[in-house]
T-cell receptor, first 110, second 112 residues
Framework: GDSVTQMEGPVTLSEEAFLTINCTYT??????LFWYVQYPGEGLQLLLK?????DKGSNKGFEATYRKETTSFHLEKGSVQVSDSAVYFC?????????FGKGTRLHILP | DTAVSQTPKYLVTQMGNDKSIKCEQN?????MYWYKQDSKKFLKIMFS???????INETVPNRFSPKSPDKAHLNLHINSLELGDSAVYFC???????????FGSGTRLTVV
């Protein structure tokens, strides 16, 4: 079935470091892809999305490109901040269902 | 102003009790969902309703019963609560095929 695999955390970085969180997917069709962020004690918020191959989603300095050839949607940010500490979920949507990866906890040290 | 609101935010109850979690969205969306997030942060879909009609029902015990009185509300009733039901439950809604999901802030259920 359809699934999402993302790198296990926690990921710990210093402020201003470069961030990559890997995400790959398996799907029978052409899903839309998303990154959601969950800050401590809060619900999920949509961070960015891409609906077709080669689309790049971007928001708040984060970027991810829909790569059909490698079935990937890696999240990147050039310079992370302490306020980026959260759990990040990669997700795909097929038909009327959204499937989440297991989440990657990110810690940014000042 | 809250787009998707859930109540209560926290719920502590004893095993065997019956409890309900309510969800309301003021976005005019047609589709609503319940997700369960376990202690390891893994999110799993439970139910989906479109315009008051059940369209997704994943493998969830019969003790869980969703109810949608109108398309702005999707409530979750749980009978005979068990320790393993302890989790954070998220309600979400979606306006259409090309729209993302809007999530509520979650209900942390603790069964003791």
């Amino acid at each position: 079935g359809d699934s999402v695999t993302q790198m296990e955390g926690p990921v710990t970085l210093s402020e201003e470091a470069f961030l990559t969180i890997n995400c790959t997917y398996t799907a029978t069709g052409y899903p839309s892809l998303f990154w959601y962020v969950q800050y401590p004690g809060e619900g999920l918020q949509l961070l960015l999305k891409a609906t077709k191959a080669d689309d790049k989603g971007s928001n708040k300095g984060f970027e991810a490109t829909y790569r059909k050839e490698t079935t990937s949607f890696h999240l990147e940010k050039g310079s992370v901040q302490v306020s980026d500490s959260a759990v990040y979920f990669c997700a795909l949507r097929m038909d009327d269902k959204i499937i989440f990866g297991k989440g990657t906890r990110l810690h940014i040290l000042p | 102003d809250t787009a998707v609101s859930q109540t209560p935010k926290y719920l502590v109850t004893q095993m065997g009790n019956d409890k309900s979690i309510k969800c309301e969205q003021n976005l005019g969306h047609d589709t609503m969902y319940w997700y369960k997030q376990d202690s390891k942060k893994f999110l799993k879909i439970m139910f989906s309703y479109n315009n008051k009609e059940l369209i997704i029902n994943e493998t969830v015990p019969n003790r869980f019963s969703p109810k949608s009185p109108d398309k702005a509300h999707l409530n979750l009733h749980i009978n005979s609560l068990e320790l393993g039901d302890s989790a954070v439950y998220f309600c979400a809604s979606r306006g259409g095929v090309n729209y993302g999901y809007t999530f509520g802030s979650g209900t942390r259920l603790t069964v003791v």
